[in-house]
């Protein structure tokens, strides 16, 4: 019993060494990495200006944004989700600030970037009439700094 035990703890002892060599967490199994893969090569192989955008399902799915006002332009606010992930939502432009509630509310009918752009495309709004404002979005857990070089990146996602 006991040289059943010692082999036993050599063996787990010998397969250490291969475990510190993982990332420490449990192996994923393999139709989950076939999937994330799957999703990593489709948005890597297509730029965001590359990737289609179904207008038609855009309409249905956000019948709001293409009744927008661009009178007095179009606001776009931006948050970041994640390193490389943002949302937006819009509002006609108004003389009146909007308050924090409409502002977080948006958040319900967030669109992607390549979204946004599609319907501003859409809607047929110069983009000297478009002001992009990056917010912080309670609903964001991730964490950034809105400076001048913030904003900076967050204007370039619009042109």
């Avoid at 047929?124 to 992009?132: K, L």
Wanted: aromatic share 10%; charged share 25%.
């Amino acid at each position: 019993m006991k040289a059943k035990a010692l082999a036993f703890a050599a063996l787990l002892l010998a397969a250490l060494p291969a475990c510190a060599e993982t990332t420490g967490s449990a192996p994923e199994p393999a139709a989950t990495r076939e999937i994330s893969a799957e999703i990593t090569n489709a948005t890597e192989d297509a730029a965001p200006e590359n990737r289609q955008v179904d207008l038609a399902e855009l309409k249905e799915k956000y019948p709001e944004y293409f009744e927008l006002s661009s009178f007095k332009g179009i606001e776009v606010y931006v948050w970041q989700m994640s390193k490389d992930s943002y949302s937006c939502g819009m509002m006609s432009g108004t003389n009146c600030l909007k308050t924090q509630e409409q502002i977080f509310a948006l958040h319900e009918k967030a669109l992607t970037v390549e979204e946004a752009n599609a319907i501003l495309d859409e809607l047929g709004v110069d983009r000297t009439d478009i002001f992009i404002i990056p917010i912080t979005q309670p609903h964001s857990s991730y964490y950034y700094e809105i400076d001048e070089a913030y904003r900076e990146q967050v204007n370039k996602l619009f042109k």
